[in-house]
């Protein structure tokens, strides 16, 4: 299998300030990083990946970046809203043949105080 | 975006008795997975399939079955339920291609009690 370590499990910030959650991971085959946004009652939604061939990513105020040396990749939320308030998980994957593993992180839980 | 439909919702079983979650997908997409979320674990794999017919056994699949008798449809049997079987359930499509990563898309969960 694979270990995906997601930190930290609870985070609290202040609107408009910046959230970042850190995710490691133990397969140097993993090639791909999908982020999930679980919100109460409802399914996880895909909101940014990234693949192995690139450091850094961005749509809009979510950056995810990969450091495939340290095995670590990361999400930042920047100016975040309370609407960004949510469960999420990261999980990296590695291509088989017809499918990928995914592995998930545990999740984290993120509050944004108004 | 893709659909993934889960039925029931919600479920109360009792100790021994026989649980079938529910999957149907519109996407067209040949994989098809089962997870369930639990606090403090994230999402854990059960059991996956790549089309109609195939099942295959994930990270944790002791205590269940999987069965896809067709594209569209993936379910998960509990032949006897326990009470550490109680979670919520989620099933996910993906649009595994050659050129590029797969995607997955989840269901809304079924929470399943058992008593």
């Known amino acids: 299998g694979e270990q995906v370590e997601q930190l930290p499990s609870i985070l609290r910030v202040q609107e408009r300030s910046s959230a970042s959650i850190n995710c490691t991971y133990e397969n140097s085959a993993s090639n791909y990083f999908p982020w999930y946004k679980q919100e109460p009652g409802e399914n996880p939604k895909l909101i940014i990946d990234i693949r192995s061939n690139m450091e850094r990513k961005q749509i809009q105020g979510l950056i995810v970046l990969l450091d495939k040396k340290a095995k670590r990749f990361s999400l930042h939320i920047t100016d975040t809203q309370p609407a960004d308030s949510a469960m999420y998980f990261c999980a990296a994957s590695r291509s088989n043949t017809g499918y990928q593993n995914f592995y998930f992180g545990k999740g984290t839980s993120l509050t944004v105080i108004p | 975006e893709a659909a993934v439909t889960q039925s029931p919702r919600n479920k109360v079983a009792v100790t021994g008795g026989k649980v079938t979650l529910s999957c149907n997908q519109t996407n067209n997409h040949n994989n098809m997975y089962w997870y369930r979320q639990d606090t403090g674990h994230g999402l854990r794999l059960i059991h996956y399939?790549?089309?109609?017919?195939?099942?295959e056994k994930g990270d944790i699949p002791d205590g269940y079955k999987a069965s896809r008798p067709s594209q569209e449809n993936f379910s998960l049997i509990l032949e006897l339920a326990t009470p550490s079987q109680t979670s919520v359930y989620f099933c996910a499509s993906g649009d595994a291609s050659q050129i590029s990563n797969e995607r997955l898309f989840f269901g809304h969960g079924t929470k399943l009690s058992v008593l």
């Open positions: 399939s790549y089309g109609a017919g195939s099942t």
